[in-house]
């Protein structure tokens, strides 16, 4: 069965240390990657994606992910959060066309000061 | 650059009553769409997609339903509405052959 794993339902780090959030999949094809944030009352916002080539992807707001095949694993990291960070963090895999895509249920991240 | 909008943002509805909640997407033609319903702190649950106009598929047996008059435009309604159709729905759309979705602002939709 495809399936998307964030093991951590809420993660709490100082602001200025990294941040690694996991995910995991199971997918019977190549999959596509992806992974969201979501801050209160908002839509979701694209942060990063994977779909082939160089496993480490970088994307937005200075966050970064890497593909390991061996692990089917899609980690989110961040060498430094900033309190404006915290919000929800979704992971999700998924293929060409988009509605076979499977979300994860989220990591909240809380930052404190 | 594409966009995508939907409306009303917040909305509170007795029992019984029904609902229209509208999104369109700008920039982009014969896009999928998507609705997906969030349900206090839960994942996404996706309720409906579209590959074309008047081709809705159903992902979950509901009281809701679903139809895309316009190439871009994407109504998710309900004749009745009942208290578990609370929650916060997501419009969404992607390229027709590649796989990123993007998210619309959200609509709050509270049964009471």
């Known amino acids: 069965a495809q399936s998307v794993t964030q093991p951590d339902i809420h993660i709490t780090v100082s602001e200025g240390a990294s941040l690694e959030l996991r995910c995991n999949y199971s997918?019977?094809?190549?999959?596509?990657l992806f992974w969201y944030v979501q801050s209160p009352g908002q839509g979701l916002q694209l942060l990063l994606k994977?779909?082939?080539?160089?496993?480490l992807v970088q994307g937005i707001k200075g966050f970064e992910a890497e593909f390991k095949r061996s692990q089917s694993s899609f980690n989110l990291r961040k060498p430094s959060v900033h309190w404006s960070d915290a919000a929800e963090y979704f992971c999700?895999?998924?293929?060409?066309?988009?509605?076979?895509?499977?979300f994860g249920a989220g990591t909240r991240l809380f930052v404190k000061a | 650059s594409q966009t995508i909008h939907q409306w009303p943002a917040t909305l509170v509805q007795p029992v019984g009553s029904p609902l229209s909640l509208e999104c369109t997407v700008e920039?982009?033609?014969?896009?999928?769409l998507y609705w997906y319903r969030q349900a206090a702190g839960r994942g996404l649950q996706l309720l409906f997609y579209?590959?074309?106009?008047?081709?809705i598929s159903s992902e979950v047996p509901q009281n809701l339903s679903a139809s895309r008059p316009q190439d871009r435009q994407f109504i998710l309604s309900s004749k009745k509405l009942l208290l578990s159709d609370s929650g916060f729905y997501l419009c969404?759309?992607?390229?027709?052959?590649?796989?990123?979705?993007?998210f619309g602002e959200g609509s709050w939709l509270t049964v009471v």
């Open positions: 997918y019977g094809a190549t999959p596509y």
């Open positions: 579209s590959i074309g106009i008047d081709q």
């Open positions: 969404a759309w992607s390229v027709q052959l590649e796989g990123t979705i993007y």
């Open positions: 920039g982009t033609s014969n896009p999928n």
């Open positions: 999700a895999v998924g293929r060409k066309g988009g509605f076979k895509t499977i």
């Open positions: 994977y779909f082939s080539g160089d496993t």
